[in-house]
């Protein structure tokens, strides 16, 4: 976002001192304006001009755009970046799924859609909208329309290429805000008219960017405040080209026809490579025809790593974990780092064992644990201190501990620095299985 | 409306390398590899070139490790137990390059001669026709040794050598040097060090003409986004005018089996579907970065990179 400074806040501001912002100066209320702790509503007297230079400058380069039912819906947008390491992406790409409305399988579909719930190192990763595309009839459309809705129970696109085909199922599906798919350059004015209306976000299509601007900017004049831009199913070179283009013309030129979230069509080609493009690269929904697991896993988790934080990897408290339900002071100790990655794979290795497990999650900032131990974020000293801080003298019988195979080199300056037995585990937690077996028997 | 394409200036461009010498130029291959040679950010022809096309190698190990991936393994077949008819078919699915990794000859692992190496590499070169990159075991004592070997054996070749990394570069410049080979600069996932091993390279005497570098791919959910960052801030580097960053990059996509999802039987849907798509996911965000060199495992990935290079190159989407 382009913000701006309290002396280009003050330029805008009557600069009457008038006091009626609660703060005595127009200087003193931009300075806070400016720090985002204040509104410009607090100026009852600034100009239409004023008013207009300043929200026009603070507005996001990209609008945030949501649908879907209150409490359940979803956000796309708003977002800052041409590089996720210049800060990082916020709002994850969306995966839709679409339905045909003469679709045989439509319930099954519709019913499945709830099914694509993964649980990936901690976060849930989910399917997260359907579409419903009519196929021609109006009734049939309204109608698959309204039983996708209730079966998916997921934010909905409405998709039809004529307004009138559209408007019964959106004003059925009204409280449920769908998104309206899609404008067009023969059918701008009507659709325009109902989301307008109907206050939903609309997704405006046209191949040609020139053209797609064009349109942008009428929807809007029309009431449409909430936009997705869409230029159709390509080969992926023009998708990269069109996306980065969308990008860049929104947030390095904040040219405002483009100022909105982008929706991705897969059907041209490789659906799979289409998805992980679209995900790398700048789209906000990415539309599928068919949803394999196989696929749409391997995307989900892309997105996974897109979207996170570049500064801050995903991290556990470092504390001690019960794993396979209550342990007692007998039960086995395990040492792991508290890079989420390698917590979760390691959890999900000794819960195959069944043997209820303590696992000593070390504070490495977050790093695995090959590379924790080659920045010497995981040192015996480390972990020796760590042990006695818990006090895990008191809870562990048998004072011995598992680490990894991979930092064996580790194990004679760990016994020495705490006085515990160290046992060295298999290099890969796969293993653990068969190695606690081993052990406990 | 006017409506203006955001262009970035760069004035930097990315070096183009051959790999691989035909008869006429002292070698034997009967094809040539030339990567790199962009002056854009990868594929955005509206702004300036977008160079050569990424080039698809496929990765040939002299002999099979335990947790190499079954579904590969089904998809070779029988070829898959002789490095020299594996390599014919990876030619065969459509490979440019072979990427042949002497991985037996680690002495902490089978300990197979360095000789039985060589010969396998003179076997994959008289078997097939496109340039080759050569690795060893990564066990540095014997690399030293094997690599001088290696270069010998391709004299002339202009193979591709991998891989120098920051505590074991002298030899393998020096096996490069000897008989015009190339080589690949190995960092770790990190900008500086990327640029570090190019400079050793360079200070060593090598051509920054002969430098492809490996910034190393980590496979998708195991670091993926780390890789893919490092390659997009050397890229940028790189036209932005940093010359030392401005070599070829190459991506290795094999690290993607061993993502832990791989191989998680069939609650992630088909796992043969389902371990290709790993491995071609990691492979699109590698090119959307800027890679232009990959080295493929699979022959349904190879498919996949095929078409993803064809349609991301300007020209290429019909
Ligand atoms: C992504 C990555 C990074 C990321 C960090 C990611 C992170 N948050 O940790 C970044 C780019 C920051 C990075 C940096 C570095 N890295 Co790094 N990195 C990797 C990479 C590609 C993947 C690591 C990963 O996520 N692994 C997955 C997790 C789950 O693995 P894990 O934690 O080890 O857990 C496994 C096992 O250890 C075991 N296990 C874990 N816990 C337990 C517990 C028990 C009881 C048992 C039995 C087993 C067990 O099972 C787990 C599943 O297999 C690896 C290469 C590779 N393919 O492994 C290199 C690697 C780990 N890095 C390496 C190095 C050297 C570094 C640097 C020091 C490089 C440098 N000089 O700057 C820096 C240090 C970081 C710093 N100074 O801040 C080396 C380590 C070499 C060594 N043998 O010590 C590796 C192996 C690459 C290589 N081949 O050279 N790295
Ligand atoms: S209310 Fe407006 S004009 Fe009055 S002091 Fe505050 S900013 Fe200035």
């Given at each position: 976002?382009?913000?701006?400074?309290?002396?280009?806040?003050?330029?805008?501001?009557?600069?009457?001192n008038c006091g009626k912002c609660g703060f005595p100066t127009c200087l003193a209320f931009a300075m806070q304006l400016a720090n985002q702790k204040t509104s410009?509503?607090?100026?009852?007297?600034?100009?239409?001009?004023?008013?207009?230079?300043?929200?026009?400058?603070?507005?996001?380069?990209?609008?945030?755009?949501?649908?879907?039912?209150?409490?359940?819906?979803?956000?796309?947008?708003?977002?800052?970046?041409?590089?996720?390491?210049?800060?990082?992406?916020?709002?994850?790409?969306?995966?839709?799924?679409?339905?045909?409305?003469?679709?045989?399988?439509?319930?099954?579909?519709?019913?499945?859609?709830?099914?694509?719930?993964?649980?990936?190192?901690?976060?849930?990763?989910?399917?997260?909208?359907?579409?419903?595309?009519?196929?021609?009839?109006?009734?049939?459309?309204?109608?698959?329309?309204?039983?996708?809705?209730?079966?998916?129970?997921?934010?909905?696109?409405?998709?039809?290429?004529?307004?009138?085909?559209?408007?019964?199922?959106?004003?059925?599906?009204?409280?449920?805000?769908?998104?309206?798919?899609?404008?067009?350059?023969?059918?701008?004015?009507?659709?325009?008219?109902?989301?307008?209306?109907?206050?939903?976000?609309?997704?405006?299509?046209?191949?040609?960017?020139?053209?797609?601007?064009?349109?942008?900017?009428?929807?809007?004049?029309?009431?449409?405040?909430?936009?997705?831009?869409?230029?159709?199913?390509?080969?992926?070179?023009?998708?990269?080209?069109?996306?980065?283009?969308?990008?860049?013309?929104?947030?390095?030129?904040?040219?405002?026809?483009?100022?909105?979230?982008?929706?991705?069509?897969?059907?041209?080609?490789?659906?799979?490579?289409?998805?992980?493009?679209?995900?790398?690269?700048?789209?906000?929904?990415?539309?599928?025809?068919?949803?394999?697991?196989?696929?749409?896993?391997?995307?989900?988790?892309?997105?996974?790593?897109?979207?996170?934080?570049?500064?801050?990897?995903?991290?556990?408290?470092?504390?001690?974990?019960?794993?396979?339900?209550?342990?007692?002071?007998?039960?086995?100790?395990?040492?792991?780092?508290?890079?989420?990655?390698?917590?979760?794979?390691?959890?999900?290795?000794?819960?195959?064992?069944?043997?209820?497990?303590?696992?000593?999650?070390?504070?490495?900032?977050?790093?695995?644990?090959?590379?924790?131990?080659?920045?010497?974020?995981?040192?015996?000293?480390?972990?020796?201190?760590?042990?006695?801080?818990?006090?895990?003298?008191?809870?562990?019988?048998?004072?011995?501990?598992?680490?990894?195979?991979?930092?064996?080199?580790?194990?004679?300056?760990?016994?020495?620095?705490?006085?515990?037995?160290?046992?060295?585990?298999?290099?890969?937690?796969?293993?653990?299985?068969?190695?606690?077996?081993?052990?406990?028997? | 409306?006017?409506?203006?394409?955001?262009?970035?200036?760069?004035?930097?461009?990315?070096?183009?390398?051959?790999?691989?010498?035909?008869?006429?130029?002292?070698?034997?291959?009967?094809?040539?590899?030339?990567?790199?040679?962009?002056?854009?950010?990868?594929?955005?022809?509206?702004?300036?070139?977008?160079?050569?096309?990424?080039?698809?190698?496929?990765?040939?190990?002299?002999?099979?490790?335990?947790?190499?991936?079954?579904?590969?393994?089904?998809?070779?077949g029988d070829a898959i137990n002789d490095p020299v008819s594996w390599a014919k078919k990876c030619v065969e699915f459509g490979a440019e390059g072979i990427c042949?990794?002497?991985?037996?000859?680690?002495?902490?692992?089978?300990?197979?001669?360095?000789?039985?190496?060589?010969?396998?590499?003179?076997?994959?070169?008289?078997?097939?026709?496109?340039?080759?990159?050569?690795?060893?075991?990564?066990?540095?004592?014997?690399?030293?040794?094997?690599?001088?070997?290696?270069?010998?054996?391709?004299?002339?070749?202009?193979?591709?050598?991998?891989?120098?990394?920051?505590?074991?570069?002298?030899?393998?410049?020096?096996?490069?040097?000897?008989?015009?080979?190339?080589?690949?600069?190995?960092?770790?996932?990190?900008?500086?060090?990327?640029?570090?091993?190019?400079?050793?390279?360079?200070?060593?005497?090598?051509?920054?003409?002969?430098?492809?570098?490996?910034?190393?791919?980590?496979?998708?959910?195991?670091?993926?986004?780390?890789?893919?960052?490092?390659?997009?801030?050397?890229?940028?580097?790189?036209?932005?005018?940093?010359?030392?960053?401005?070599?070829?990059?190459i991506c290795d996509l094999s690290l993607a089996w061993g993502a832990p999802d791989v191989n998680e039987g069939d609650r992630l849907g088909d796992p043969v579907?389902?371990?290709?798509?790993?491995?071609?996911?990691?492979?699109?965000?590698?090119?959307?970065?800027?890679?232009?060199?990959?080295?493929?495992?699979?022959?349904?990935?190879?498919?996949?990179?095929?078409?993803?290079?064809?349609?991301?190159?300007?020209?290429?989407?019909?």
């Amino acid at each position: 976002m382009m913000a701006l400074n309290a002396m280009q806040i003050f330029m805008q501001l009557p600069k009457t001192n008038c006091g009626k912002c609660g703060f005595p100066t127009c200087l003193a209320f931009a300075m806070q304006l400016a720090n985002q702790k204040t509104s410009l509503d607090s100026c009852p007297d600034i100009s239409d001009a004023g008013r207009g230079a300043l929200e026009g400058a603070a507005a996001p380069p990209i609008k945030k755009v949501k649908f879907g039912p209150a409490g359940a819906e979803v956000e796309i947008g708003d977002e800052t970046e041409m590089f996720r390491h210049d800060k990082k992406f916020f709002h994850p790409t969306l995966l839709c799924q679409v339905i045909s409305d003469d679709d045989g399988d439509l319930e099954g579909k519709a019913s499945k859609a709830k099914d694509y719930e993964f649980d990936r190192i901690g976060q849930v990763m989910n399917l997260d909208t359907v579409a419903v595309r009519a196929s021609g009839d109006v009734g049939k459309f309204k109608e698959s329309a309204e039983k996708v809705n209730s079966l998916a129970g997921k934010p909905m696109i409405l998709m039809a290429d004529d307004a009138g085909t559209i408007e019964g199922a959106a004003r059925s599906l009204a409280s449920a805000r769908p998104l309206l798919y899609r404008a067009t350059q023969d059918n701008w004015e009507a659709m325009a008219g109902l989301a307008a209306e109907l206050k939903l976000p609309l997704v405006v299509y046209c191949e040609d960017l020139n053209g797609l601007a064009e349109l942008s900017d009428k929807v809007k004049g029309k009431g449409v405040g909430d936009i997705v831009l869409d230029f159709g199913p390509t080969k992926l070179g023009d998708a990269l080209r069109n996306l980065t283009i969308l990008r860049r013309s929104a947030i390095k030129k904040k040219f405002r026809p483009f100022g909105f979230p982008v929706l991705l069509e897969t059907s041209a080609t490789d659906p799979g490579l289409m998805g992980a493009l679209g995900v790398a690269k700048y789209a906000s929904i990415v539309l599928f025809e068919s949803v394999p697991v196989s696929t749409i896993y391997p995307i989900m988790t892309l997105r996974q790593n897109i979207y996170t934080d570049p500064q801050k990897p995903l991290q556990m408290e470092a504390k001690v974990y019960d794993i396979s339900g209550p342990t007692n002071e007998n039960s086995p100790l395990m040492l792991t780092t508290n890079f989420s990655l390698t917590y979760f794979i390691v959890r999900g290795d000794i819960e195959k064992s069944k043997i209820p497990s303590k696992l000593l999650v070390v504070d490495t900032e977050g790093l695995s644990v090959m590379t924790a131990f080659a920045a010497e974020k995981l040192t015996a000293e480390g972990v020796a201190a760590f042990i006695k801080k818990l006090g895990l003298e008191e809870s562990v019988a048998q004072k011995s501990i598992i680490i990894p195979g991979q930092i064996a080199r580790m194990s004679g300056s760990l016994e020495e620095e705490s006085g515990w037995k160290v046992i060295v585990g298999p290099r890969d937690s796969s293993g653990l299985p068969k190695f606690l077996k081993t052990q406990t028997s | 409306m006017v409506f203006e394409i955001p262009k970035e200036k760069w004035s930097g461009s990315i070096r183009e390398i051959t790999l691989g010498a035909t008869k006429e130029e002292g070698g034997t291959r009967t094809s040539k590899v030339i990567i790199g040679g962009s002056s854009a950010l990868p594929y955005l022809n509206f702004e300036g070139s977008a160079g050569r096309k990424a080039a698809l190698f496929m990765d040939v190990l002299d002999t099979l490790p335990v947790d190499f991936p079954s579904v590969v393994k089904e998809e070779f077949g029988d070829a898959i137990n002789d490095p020299v008819s594996w390599a014919k078919k990876c030619v065969e699915f459509g490979a440019e390059g072979i990427c042949l990794k002497l991985v037996s000859t680690n002495p902490e692992g089978e300990g197979v001669g360095n000789e039985d190496a060589v010969n396998t590499l003179k076997g994959v070169l008289g078997a097939v026709g496109v340039p080759l990159i050569v690795y060893g075991s990564g066990h540095f004592d014997n690399d030293t040794k094997l690599m001088e070997m290696v270069s010998e054996a391709g004299k002339g070749e202009r193979l591709l050598l991998g891989s120098a990394e920051e505590d074991w570069y002298k030899s393998i410049a020096v096996a490069s040097m000897a008989n015009g080979h190339r080589v690949i600069g190995f960092s770790n996932i990190d900008i500086n060090l990327a640029k570090q091993i190019v400079i050793l390279l360079k200070d060593f005497g090598i051509d920054l003409n002969n430098i492809v570098m490996d910034p190393l791919q980590a496979a998708l959910g195991v670091g993926l986004e780390y890789s893919y960052s490092i390659i997009e801030r050397i890229r940028l580097a790189a036209l932005m005018g940093d010359n030392l960053l401005q070599a070829p990059i190459i991506c290795d996509l094999s690290l993607a089996w061993g993502a832990p999802d791989v191989n998680e039987g069939d609650r992630l849907g088909d796992p043969v579907k389902r371990g290709i798509e790993w491995e071609a996911d990691t492979g699109m965000s590698a090119l959307v970065a800027g890679a232009e060199l990959l080295v493929v495992r699979s022959p349904s990935v190879l498919r996949k990179m095929k078409q993803a290079v064809d349609e991301l190159y300007p020209g290429g989407d019909e």
